[in-house]
T-cell receptor, first 115, second 111 residues
């Protein structure tokens, strides 16, 4: 079974530029999550989708971050404009549904460096 | 507010030695509890989880964890560590779908 796919693996941009990350969840998984993991910290949830609807985006900096999940499958996360403090690993995860007795599977992440 | 504390930032053990990684949580109700492992350059992999029932849970790779309600703890243990266990370990809690992670414990294993 294919896992959660993310691209690119690495990205270096200058501050004030824009960047986009892509995630393809496990087939059939209704729930998709984007997490931000800053060096030395645990992952922090940015946004959660259930199919193509947003369930929780309370910690998404909406002035610069946006995310969408068209057709309830793939998802993109965009940052515009980027700041130095956005340097982090962005992890995508998916789970079968919202019930917490299902497992969330994580992708390898995209490491973003803002210079 | 809900929180997870992993008091040990970095732990070093010898191969074959026993291991215990600490996790304490602050939650209004009994949460769901998880341990994840992250190897360098990899995503997080679930080791084990506790929802209810037996407070000692078994996971993959020979790991186990014990839920102690009185101490608000969910410590991870392994009787004999292998060099391949070197990684970052995260404790996480939730009672919805929003996982709240601790800051992680980096495990280093010496031969």
């Amino acid at each position: 079974e294919a896992g959660v796919a993310q691209s690119p693996r690495y990205k270096i941009i200058e501050k004030r530029q824009s960047v986009a990350f892509w995630c393809n969840p496990i087939s059939g998984h209704a729930t998709l999550y984007w997490y931000q993991q800053i060096l030395g910290q645990g992952p922090k949830l940015l946004i959660q989708f259930q199919n193509n609807g947003v369930v929780d985006d309370s910690q998404l900096p909406k002035d610069r971050f946006s995310a969408e999940r068209l057709k309830g499958v793939d998802s993109t996360l965009k940052i515009q404009p980027a700041k130095l403090e956005d340097s982090a690993v962005y992890l995508c995860a998916s789970s079968l549904n919202r019930v917490m007795n299902t497992e969330a599977f994580f992708g390898q992440g995209t490491r973003l460096t803002v210079v | 507010a809900q929180s997870v504390t992993q008091p040990d930032i970095h732990i070093t053990v010898s191969e074959g030695a026993s291991l215990e990684l600490r996790c304490n949580y602050s939650y209004g109700a009994t949460p769901y509890l998880f341990w994840y492992v992250q190897s360098p350059g990899q995503g997080l992999q679930l080791l084990l989880k506790y929802f209810s029932g037996d407070t000692l849970v078994q996971g993959i790779k020979g790991f186990e964890a014990e839920f102690k309600r009185s101490q608000s703890s969910f410590n991870l243990r392994k009787p004999s560590v292998h060099w391949s266990d070197a990684a970052e370990y995260f404790c996480a809690v939730t009672n919805t779908d929003k996982l709240i992670f601790g800051t992680g414990t980096r495990l280093q294993v010496f031969p």
